[in-house]
């Protein structure tokens, strides 16, 4: 029996986002079945055999990596399987807390049809339809975002609007790519092909100053519907762009380009963490650190013949797991305060200990606190910055603080007795259901930070995927 490849992660989670629509009101159901697609995905991904062969009983099965649709052909390589399994992996985790209070019913099935989206734009052929693929993605999650009681029309509209502008960006900048080869180097085309190209790629990144929707959405919509988002849109879109890099060898090739990333990066850390310092809303502070993990990524870039796409591949499974955590944490407190003003989660470190300690950590393990995931790639990355000179090293370094100096500001409130209670005894409000996956995700960040080789180096194995760029 032969299948292929695109038939499983891209047809199949498809045709379960479809059931849970039509049992959208069976919660549960949605969840487990979610959950379980996922899980199961990304564990066939992470386990596929390099022969492209299974024998199950009597059974025996062939794939082929390719699928012809609508004329255009689809190739999930044996190559992209570990990012594969990685993606549909968070969406298993995500999909487990897709019953949390507040969450919409159209969580479920949008994640599903975001991530089998995102799967094709990686392996579409012609590949510049990968951009038609990530504006379906970005329509689909309208639905999800504007499902929360107070609607921000006005970011759901700049979101809207920026991403769809950089589509036809993109698409432009690699009709004019086509003739790249055959040019001299000098012909002006390459440079306006190469700008176009940036300015597409830095409005899906909301790159400063297209920035402005990520905190507006973040405060607007579900913490874990918008951690979701900024995890999966900003993950897939870097590694499309390995692509670039990889077909065109003018853009590998040149200095400018890998020091316009430096630069772009080093303006996104310390933009994002001098606002994220200032914020006094849980939500939009959020917003602007994932600008900050979005410069990270892109110093990283800037820096791939030092070993930076190594570094930019390991921040994610760390990235994706604190952002979880985060979002997770927002959700429990939403619920229980109504508001996530700083001001109004004094004594939350008493009422809810455990929650306010994965809140902590969560934002530290982004940030690179050490023994905490993030901490062994962002020390590398950072001590490579600091040998690289022209400031860089030093303004990423104090950029990145701006986490922290949230984080301090977060304790003390948390610590803060209220004025008219401060002798009274605080009852722990949190339940046992509630704490729980808290201190699960603690620990996997524990370890992660104590052994970054053992459960992150894994998937930079997807730069087999793009032979030129090893």
């Not at 509209?157 to 589509?167: D, V």
């Amino acid at each position: 029996m032969t299948l292929t490849t695109p038939m499983i992660w891209i047809i199949l989670p498809l045709v379960v986002a479809a059931v849970c629509v039509v049992l959208n009101k069976r919660r549960v159901f949605g969840l487990i079945l979610t959950s379980i697609t996922a899980f199961g995905l990304a564990l066939l991904a992470a386990f596929f055999p390099e022969e492209m062969a299974l024998s199950i009983g009597p059974l025996a099965l062939v794939f082929e990596d390719s699928l012809t649709i609508l004329g255009r052909r689809i190739t999930l390589a044996y190559e992209m399987l570990p990012f594969i399994a990685f993606i549909f992996g968070m969406l298993g985790l995500w999909g487990l807390s897709s019953n949390l209070p507040g969450v919409p019913e159209t969580f479920r099935p949008i994640g599903l049809i975001m991530t089998a989206s995102l799967t094709a734009a990686m392996g579409v052929e012609p590949f510049l339809y990968a951009a038609l693929l990530i504006e379906t993605a970005v329509l689909v999650s309208i639905p999800m975002l504007a499902s929360a009681e107070q609607v921000n029309h006005r970011a759901l509209l700049r979101y809207l609007s920026l991403m769809t502008i950089a589509m036809p960006l993109i698409l432009i900048s690699g009709w004019l790519l086509t003739g790249v080869v055959i040019l001299p180097p000098e012909s002006p085309l390459i440079g306006q092909a190469a700008m176009l190209l940036g300015l597409g790629f830095a409005l899906w990144l909301a790159v400063f100053p297209f920035h402005s929707w990520v905190p507006m959405v973040s405060h607007g919509s579900h913490p874990t519907v918008v951690s979701f988002l900024l995890f999966i849109l900003p993950t897939t879109i870097l590694v499309f762009g390995l692509n670039f890099l990889n077909r065109y060898s003018f853009l590998r090739t040149s200095e400018e380009i890998f020091n316009i990333l430096r630069l772009v990066g080093t303006v996104m850390i310390v933009f994002g963490g001098v606002w994220t310092a200032l914020q006094d809303d849980l939500k939009r502070a959020f917003g602007f650190a994932a600008l900050v993990e979005t410069g990270f990524s892109l110093l990283a870039v800037g820096f791939s013949t030092e070993g930076g796409l190594r570094w930019m591949l390991m921040l994610f499974p760390a990235r994706a797991l604190g952002y979880w955590l985060w979002g997770y944490v927002l959700t429990r407190f939403e619920h229980h305060n109504g508001s996530l003003e700083i001001s109004t989660v004094k004594g939350f470190a008493r009422s809810y200990p455990l929650l306010s300690v994965g809140l902590l950590l969560a934002q530290l393990s982004v940030a690179g606190l050490p023994l905490l995931a993030s901490f062994p790639i962002k020390i590398a990355l950072l001590t490579q910055t600091a040998g690289s000179g022209g400031g860089v090293g030093i303004w990423s370094f104090f950029g990145s603080l701006g986490l922290f100096l949230f984080t301090i500001r977060l304790l003390l409130y948390f610590v803060m007795p209220l004025d008219d209670e401060i002798d009274r005894l605080w009852p722990t409000l949190e339940k046992t259901s509630e704490f729980l996956p808290v201190l699960v995700l603690v620990l996997v960040l524990v370890l992660i930070g104590l052994m970054p080789n053992t459960f992150l180096a894994w998937i930079a194995n997807i730069l087999t995927a793009f032979p030129q760029l090893q």
